[in-house]
């Protein structure tokens, strides 16, 4: 077993993320920490009888300000012979489980244009709107793509009943299996999704799946606000390519008491601190 842990001392006495993972016959080995873990050292351990580690090639992947953590990591897989019996739905299919031949992240929810022949592709964000309020998606592609949303659960300010919410709907928001021009956005009814409630204290994650077998391709996820104003494509400032880190609100008494009291009409004085890592929230 490798062992993989951040931490912000040399002996690794206050780990941030540890990750394992089964060492075999592959040559690479990903850890992912998420959401992003605090840290100034990465410790690689190695567990076993008779084993040695032999590392040829250590990259770490860091966030050091909010500007780097915008975006969409943008995953493809090349060559693919896509079976689209074997599964119901994009996301359920195999292709999409193992590693992806390559990782970039695009700025806006926009991907590159005309890449290749029988690849598939999938785009991962973390959504975060200015306003509450009714949002509709849209997707443009060529040639099938699928548009799927997510709530993420938050450590610290969630209520418990949320953790018993469904996360994962079952189907997408939106799945596309005709192709349409790069970024046209109105050419079929199915490329438009239902109204959706979005609030802008929360973060959803959006995942976008698309396959191209011969020609042209593309894909775009593009948004209308609640008043009414277009974004196509969704542009990167409401996007973060990794799931956001821990928000957390601390409030100290002050007062030398336990505890406080006031009457009711009075006004009472409450000073916090609220930790957010990048994303704003009003
Ligand atoms: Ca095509």
Redesign the pocket.
Known sequence: MINVTVSSSKTGSDPTCTQSVQYGILLTHKVHCSPPARGRFVIVTLTGNNVTLVLCQVVVRAIEFSEEAHGVLREGWYNVDYDSKISPTMRENPVFKGESQSQIVLRDFDAPVNVGTKYVQRLTSYLQVPVSGNYTFYLSC??FCELWKYDVIEDGIEKEDRKAEEIVTKQPIISVKR?SSYQEWDRYAEQTSQSVFLDKCRIYQMEAFMR??????HISVGMRTPSGKYERPIPGTRLFRTKPGTRKLEVTLQHPKTSLSAFVGSNLHISGWFHQPYPTIA
């Not at 191209?212 to 391709?217: K, Y």
């Open positions: 060529d040639e192709f191209e077998e011969t020609g042209n391709d």
